[in-house]
């Protein structure tokens, strides 16, 4: 049973950077897309990026365009979200998940994600 489980968060100031990672077990990278998800109390979950293990290709949301970056580390089955010039406004509890599929161009709107990390609390503040 695969399983996909994040690390890093943590709290930063506004224009700082904070670098979270999810890392599949008992899967390989190539046969996943990595969706991340971020959740404020009381609104409704954001879809913000994505990661296709296939070919490596990735899609943003234009609110994290320009300043968030997925990166992989195949032999260790790992996705790195690099966030940079963080805003009050990113805030939230962080996901990564995981739909299978063989396949470029990943959907973070519209993809099948069904193996959830456990989320990560992200802190933005001065």
């Known amino acids: 049973q695969a399983q996909f489980v994040q690390s890093g968060g943590g709290s930063a100031q506004p224009g700082g950077s904070l670098r979270l990672s999810c890392a599949a077990q008992?899967?390989?990278?190539?046969?996943?897309?990595i969706g991340w998800f971020r959740q404020v109390p009381g609104k409704e979950r954001e879809a913000i990026m994505c990661?296709?293990?296939?070919?490596?290709?990735?899609n943003y949301a234009e609110s994290v365009k320009g300043r968030f970056t997925l990166t992989a580390d195949y032999p260790k089955n790992t996705v790195n979200l690099q966030m940079n010039n963080l805003k009050a406004e990113d805030t939230a509890v962080y996901y990564c998940?995981?739909?299978?599929?063989?396949?470029?161009?990943?959907?973070?709107?519209?993809?099948?994600?069904?193996?959830w990390g456990q989320g990560t609390q992200v802190t933005v503040s001065t």
């Open positions: 998940a995981a739909a299978r599929s063989h396949a470029r161009n990943c959907d973070y709107m519209r993809g099948d994600y069904a193996i």
């Open positions: 008992d899967a390989t990278l190539d046969y996943w897309h």
């Open positions: 990661f296709s293990g296939y070919d490596g290709s990735t």
